[in-house]
């Protein structure tokens, strides 16, 4: 066996570990560590990521769900005669698509392009929208997963942004 064979058979063996450690590592730093943990490990990706790319899954996990809650908005707002709920559901509406339209592209352009405190902000705003929607029902609405997922992917996403500044 040469020498580069044997190098190339110990990057292969110990870069999966340095990457889970580094999900760990970073998840640790975040305000919700073992959803995190979670997360990142559900996405192949993470096996051979570095901190910007852990930052990308995660605004995929927020766009992701964001877009499963859209759909599922626009399902209650046909289905509801109660105008309250309706209110509460175009609001919820709104700020998912601007998450959608708005946010994730522009959270996913600042990560690649190491503008990192743009993607801090606006998966902020991602976590404060869902928050929002929540609260406009006044009690438990019924998206309440949705939003506390969406709440916690994206506070974790700019919580990873905020380390790479």
Do not use: W
């Not at 559901?89 to 743009?118: H, M, Q």
Request: hydrophobic share 40%; net charge negative; charged share 20%.
């Amino acid at each position: 066996m040469t020498l580069l064979s044997i190098t190339q058979l110990f990057l292969i063996t110990i870069l999966p570990f340095a990457s889970a450690n580094l999900v760990v590592d970073t998840c640790k730093k975040t305000p919700y560590a073992d959803f995190c943990v979670s997360a990142l490990r559900s996405d192949h990706r993470s096996s051979t990521a570095d901190t910007p790319t852990l930052g990308l899954i995660m605004v995929d996990k927020v766009n992701v769900n964001a877009k499963s809650t859209l759909t599922e908005i626009q399902d209650l707002l046909r289905k509801s005669p109660n105008p309250r709920t309706k209110q509460a559901l175009a609001s919820c509406e709104e700020g998912y698509k601007f998450t959608i339209t708005d946010l994730v592209p522009s959270s996913k352009d600042s990560l690649t392009g190491g503008v990192y405190k743009f993607a801090e902000v606006n998966m902020n705003e991602a976590a404060s929208d869902a928050s929002d929607c929540e609260a406009g029902f006044g009690g438990k609405s019924p998206l309440s997963h949705s939003n506390d997922y969406e709440n916690k992917a994206a506070s974790v996403a700019a919580a990873i942004a905020r380390l790479l500044l």
